[in-house]
Structure formats: C-alpha cells, structure tokens
C-alpha cells in the first residue's frame, strides 16, 4: 500500500482548518469542507488518502500519512481531541514545522 505524502504537511491543515466550520473533531467527515484533523488529512492527501482509508480506516490512514510526511509526530489520542485542543496543537506543529532545526 503506498502511503501518501503531504509536504508541509501541518502548514496545509492549519491552512484548511482555519476557514469558518472547517474543523469538526466530533466526527471524521461532516461533509467536503468540514472534516475533523484525520479527515483533513486524509482529503489533503487526495485520491491515495481517500485509497488508503477506504482499505484501513480514517484515523490509521491519517497517521501513516503524517509519519510519512514530518518528522513532527502527532499521536492518535490527538485525532480525539475537542476543536479548541486539536486546533491549538495543529498550530504548535504548523510553527515548529517552519522553525529550522539547528
């Protein structure tokens, strides 16, 4: 199964997140613009996220696509998070992912 990749992966969500009713954590998909941090993920990633979660599941889909994309881990429990939380660390790795490393 190939795994997608996403570049500036945490970028692109806060960027499709931050529009008006973009971000639900309440499910995976409410509709084609409202996703939760898995689900956008997953839609970010085009036709092979949308492959890839059809053979796993969202949440598996959306972790594998991350690991493959930044060095910037986000744990599962993450994908569980209320809006206000998951919002507050999708921004924490937007900017780390801009910040160089030594």
Known sequence: ???P??????????E???QDNALDM????TC???HCRAGWVVNLAGRE????ERKTSTGFAALQIYNASSEIKVSPPRFLETDE??????K??????LTPTP
């Open 32 to 34: 084609e613009t409202t």
């Open 16 to 18: 499709v997140v931050s």
């Open 49 to 52: 996220g949308k492959e890839l």
């Open 5 to 14: 990749k996403i570049e500036n992966i945490h970028n692109q969500v806060l």
């Open 1 to 3: 199964m190939k795994i």
């Open 92 to 97: 924490r790795c937007a900017k780390e992912e």
């Open 85 to 90: 939380k998951a919002m507050e660390d999708i």
């Open 26 to 29: 309440s499910t995976w998909h």
